[in-house]
């Protein structure tokens, strides 16, 4: 009996020290989780679903990182993630452009595209013949006043046998593009279909639409994408690549899920739309990866084929060098 006892207690004993061993595994674990920041172009939405998802369903975790998402300054992701105030940022190509050269030239770089292809166009009321861009003519036109924007326009008009010269520009501000359509307050405004041109249909406005990438492919450029700092990634290669494989999953996920993922961006923006938000993960589901097979590919022929254009309308100021500013080596 005495020597049944002393098993149990053994036994017992045993159990616990396990439990204690696993319990401060577990808390080692946590502590070690690598803290990066992650710095959005705007307020949260479906470019963003991959992060919300990466970390809704543990992928950051399983990847060793504590991710925090925060929304930008003023001033944009950039001079955050250049100054190493945070590891990850969302930018574009084209607004990347002036950061890449000249004096005041700021090491980032883009590590992924969140989605594989432009979606950026011009919309406006349905039957006012601005279905192309010749037809800007005569119109009004909601502008940023941005060097790039404007050239892009003018280029795409006068390749349409338009006059830029008697499109009416006007400082745009428009907060919401269906109402500045319903109101006549402007005739065309440049957007990302994804969100705005999917609002447009849901509310019933009946709208015409041409894409810059449908007028010329040389402004098929990558927008958004994932920047980070030369010297982060210089540093800390495999920290890069653990985060682009959690969002490459989280992105995977909206893909294949996407009122799933829309679901989990709502409850974790619960001030979004959700009617809105639903339309639009659908819509980019088919965006992400578009025609490639791995997410985040940015082709090098696309994003020189852009940059050189600048060069060629001295929209930068000094030549951007052939592969500048992107890598393809995070990715997983």
Known sequence: ?????????????TALIIMMLSL????????????????????PNTNHTGFYV???LGYFEEAGLEVEIVQPPEGGAEVLVASNEAEF?????????????????????????????NTSGIISRAGEGMDRPSGMEGHSYATWNGSIELETIKY????DGGDYNKIELVPSTVTDEVTALKTNSV??????YGWAGVKTELEGLDTDYFAFSDIDPVFDYYTPVIIAGNEFLENNPETAK????????????????PDEAADILCEAVPELDTELAHASQLYLSEQYKAEVEQWGYIDPTRWNNFYFWLNENGLVSEE?????????EYLP
Request: hydrophobic share 45%; proline share 3%.
């Open 89 to 117: 940022g969302i930018s574009f190509q084209d607004t990347m452009a002036p950061a890449l050269v000249g004096e005041d030239a700021l090491p980032i770089t883009a590590v992924a595209a969140i989605v594989q292809h």
């Open 187 to 192: 005739d065309s405004i440049w957007i990302f």
């Open 156 to 159: 795409v008009v006068e390749k």
């Open 54 to 56: 990466a970390e809704e």
């Open 24 to 43: 401060t595994g577990c808390g080692k674990k946590e502590s070690e989780l690598v803290k990066v920041t992650l710095v959005l172009d705007w307020t």
């Open 1 to 13: 009996m005495k020597h049944r006892q002393k098993n149990s207690i053994v036994k017992l004993l």
């Open 320 to 328: 951007i060098p052939e592969n500048t500013g992107f890598s393809n």
């Open 242 to 257: 653990a985060f682009l494989e959690a969002v490459k999953k989280g992105y995977e996920y909206a893909i294949d899920n």
